[in-house]
């Protein structure tokens, strides 16, 4: 089974401080996604990243920025965390073509920012 | 741009009764379509997905969905809901988003609440 695996389930941050968010796959999956869900608006689509050191922007970027150094890893970080990053944050991985989209989900990370 | 929408915020069934979820899309094109799952504490996992072909699609734990060209639909149904269904369910459509990025978009989610 594809397993999609979030270093954290609970993450509590203060104002301003430098937060990383790991996501790691075992299936050599090309794709990684990072998707934050807010009640009432779904799941929207922050980065992905098609192979090792590429990333493109989803829908929402703003105050966020990804690493892939490797390919089974995928780390988002938030720079300087504001309380409007408070948010459930999910991490996906596919593999290429039409099978983008058929994504494999972590648990996801409930981070919370005071 | 492609978009979706999910009607219900929030549906209650007995346990027994047979359960519909709405999915209306938008797309230019003939899309993809996807159904996923959310359990409590739980990532997302795919239902069941429609590519092409037969427009009535089976996917996993007993779930079906048709799609309707003409309604811009892709309904969620189950003949007899378990209490384990109470979850939150997702449409998704994927559509090619410049270039060669595929992009799934998804809807807000309907919330399932299984009354025993």
């Known amino acids: 089974d594809v397993k999609v695996t979030q270093s954290s389930r609970y993450l509590v941050k203060r104002t301003g401080e430098k937060v990383f968010l790991e996501c790691v796959q075992d299936m050599d999956h090309e794709n990684m996604f990072w998707y934050r869900q807010d009640p009432g608006l779904g799941l929207r689509l922050i980065y992905f990243s098609y192979d090792v050191k590429m990333k493109e922007k989803g829908d929402i970027p703003e105050g966020y920025s990804v690493s892939r150094e490797k390919k089974e890893r995928f780390s988002l970080i938030l720079e300087s965390a504001s309380t409007n990053q408070t948010s459930m944050y999910l991490c996906?991985?596919?593999?290429?073509?039409?099978?983008?989209?058929?994504?494999?989900f972590g648990p996801g990370t409930r981070l919370t920012v005071t | 741009a492609q978009s979706v929408t999910q009607p219900d915020i929030h549906i209650t069934v007995s346990e027994g009764a047979s359960l519909e979820l709405r999915c209306n899309y938008s797309y230019g094109a003939t899309p993809y379509l996807f159904w996923y799952v959310q359990s409590p504490g739980q990532g997302l996992q795919l239902l069941l997905k429609?590519?092409?072909?037969?427009?009535l699609v089976q996917g996993i734990k007993g779930f079906e969905a048709e799609f309707k060209r003409s309604q811009s639909s892709f309904n969620l149904r189950k003949p007899s809901v378990h209490w384990s269904d109470a979850a939150e369910y997702f449409c998704a459509v994927g559509a090619k988003s410049g270039g060669s990025n595929y992009k799934l978009t998804f809807g807000k989610g309907t919330l399932l609440t299984v009354n025993p």
């Open positions: 429609y590519f092409s072909g037969d427009t």
């Open positions: 996906a991985s596919s593999t290429l073509g039409i099978a983008t989209y058929e994504q494999y």
